[in-house]
């Protein structure tokens, strides 16, 4: 039973799925009331619990104080309601790189009440537009140097009201910014109801519609007070670094609401490569840091020419699965383990994670406080433990998908169905195999391609690699290995056969590559995420 709500504009409500569709939502653990508004808790809040002096936010070459974000977003939020009419429950779409005048635009949406879409500037106006119709939303915070795509979007479509431009570079010389220059610093928050959609995030699925995924308010704090209070111990004294976008929820989370929630600090980049996370951690001393494997293994690199990454205490892996060649590197470094995990824009964050004092190489880990897993066959019967099958999760979280007849595919049971092949060990902990529709079935053997790829790096020719499945006439398909070779090892036909044999000796012989393609990079997104479709479509073959 929903509790009540603060949205004038009820769309977000009236389109969640209905109740018997829903996944069962395990809340015994966290307990909020019945009014909550996630950016009040995470500004005035923090102010009032006297972190007002604390530096919050980190980038374009300012530091902002939570005293500053806080007067800043409440000068946004007037300007909001006052000068463009937006009433709780609107949706607004902002379209920023990672930057504080993106969090600051989020805040201060989300004090309004509204309901917010963060999206990537690498989107084109096709897509915008999808989202915009999808959502229905009626204003857009738009970087003003990234305006052009909304631009084309506003000449046609029918839901779009205003088209508002902000200074991402945090001089004040936007439109937006001009206006709430003059207002006041003081604003009180729309007593927004716990249970009222706060946020929605749109899956990065590569082909049919998109699909928006549902958040309320209160599960902005769970992912805070459940996986970054549990697993990483947040403090105020952490400095946060990272490179996954804000658009996506597992970047809103660890570089903004993580932090946020415990009076720490977050720098933020809007080009978060490895050199420049790199330069970032030596200059702030960071100490928590999320991004992919792709990027710490150049950090490995990085340290073994000298470079002081010693102030990291936390390194989170997630978006790809974590290669034991990495884990164990990292680990002799650094004494310290690295944090693999998984989570899902549906679940919006981490609920399977490796702890500091319970981690293991090739591994997932064990469920997040609240949250409940198990592996289980196509008919939801759950499987022996180290066999592979589905992931199963239920939780604080859960799958709630915008008007949406998929709901019906990702929640089965009262659980939620993640796409992800898994298996359990006799220990308890969860084992990643491969995405569902990942999986390489050759001659009738089911090969998880991550496991390749971890075997293939254990090799010191090997860089970094993907594997991915070729189609085959006799076989159906066949393992085919992308690999990028270490600077001191040289592309030949014999490397090949080396590697082909060395893959024998340590996984199943059926399970070695029979095409290996040596490429000078991989294709990756910017957060570092190697894109294996990007391969398959390029229908290479040895």
């Known amino acids: 039973m929903l509790g009540p709500s603060a949205h004038i504009d009820t769309f977000s409500r009236d389109n969640l799925p209905e109740e018997s569709m829903l996944p069962d939502f395990l809340l015994d653990k966290y307990n909020y009331p019945n009014f909550l508004n996630v950016a009040e808790e995470l500004t005035d809040v923090m102010v009032e619990k006297g972190f007002g ?15 500053e974000l806080m007067d800043w977003t409440n000068r946004l939020a007037n300007t909001l309601v006052d000068n463009y009419d937006v009433k709780p429950g609107n949706r607004i779409l902002i379209r920023s790189a990672n930057n504080p005048a993106m ?24 897509e915008l537009d999808k989202i915009i119709n999808k959502a229905k939303i ?36 936007s439109e937006l910014d001009k206006v709430a220059l003059e207002k006041a610093v003081k604003f009180k928050p729309i007593k927004t109801g716990r249970d009222d959609v706060a946020l929605l995030g749109f899956t990065s699925g590569t082909t049919g519609e998109a699909k928006a995924t549902m958040h309320f308010h209160r599960d902005l704090l769970i ?25 996506f929820t597992f970047g809103l989370g660890g570089l903004a609401i ?41 950090m490995l690199q990085a340290m073994d020419d000298g470079v002081d990454l010693s102030s990291l ?14 884990y164990k590197k990292w680990l002799k470094k650094t004494g310290k383990p690295m944090l693999d995990g998984i989570g899902a824009t549906e679940l919006l964050h981490i609920f399977i994670s490796n702890f500091f004092d319970d981690h293991k190489e090739s591994c997932t880990g064990k469920p997040v406080m609240g949250y409940q897993a198990k592996i289980v066959d196509d008919c939801m019967q759950e499987v022996d433990r180290g066999k592979v099958g589905r992931l199963a999760i239920k939780g604080p979280t859960g799958c709630r998908y915008l008007s949406d007849k998929r709901q019906s595919e990702y929640v089965i049971d009262g659980w939620n169905i993640t796409g992800d092949s898994f298996y359990q060990d006799k220990e308890g902990y969860f084992h990643f195999a491969a995405r569902n529709d990942d999986m390489i079935i050759s001659s009738g053997y089911n090969i998880a391609g991550p ?18 499945g070729f189609p085959d006439d006799d076989r159906g398909s066949i393992v085919q290995a992308h690999i990028v070779l270490n600077e001191s090892f040289n592309e030949s036909e014999k490397l090949i056969k080396i590697l082909q044999e060395y893959i024998k000796k340590i996984i199943a012989p059926y399970k070695y590559p029979r095409s290996v393609i040596f490429v000078k990079s991989l294709p990756k997104t910017k957060t570092g995420k190697i894109q294996r479709f990007l391969l398959r479509n390029n229908n290479i073959k040895d």
């Open 138 to 173: 009626t204003h857009a915070l738009c970087d003003s140097r990234l305006l052009n795509e909304l631009e084309n979007v506003m000449e046609s479509n029918n839901y779009i009201k205003y088209l508002i431009p902000f200074d991402g570079t945090a001089n004040h010389s």
């Open 53 to 67: 002096d604390h530096i919050a936010l980190i980038g374009n070459g300012r530091r902002r104080t939570y005293k």
């Open 451 to 468: 496991e390749v790829e971890e075997a293939l790096l254990s090799h010191p020719a090997v860089f970094e690699c993907a594997v991915i």
């Open 223 to 247: 992912i805070a007070d459940g996986y970054a209070k549990e697993v990483l111990n947040v403090n105020d004294s952490d400095i946060f670094v990272g490179s996954p976008p804000l658009a």
């Open 258 to 298: 993580f932090p946020l929630r415990f009076g720490a600090t977050a720098t933020l980049l809007e080009d978060a490569s490895p050199p420049n996370m790199i330069e970032i951690i030596q200059k702030y001393n960071a100490t928590v840091c999320f991004t992919a494997p792709t990027a710490y293994n150049i």
């Open 313 to 326: 205490r936390a390194a989170v892996s997630a978006g790809e699965t974590l290669p034991a060649p990495i």
């Open 103 to 126: 969090v600051a635009c989020w805040l201060a949406a989300t004090k309004v009440g509204a309901v917010v879409v963060n999206s990537m500037p690498m989107l084109r106006s096709s």
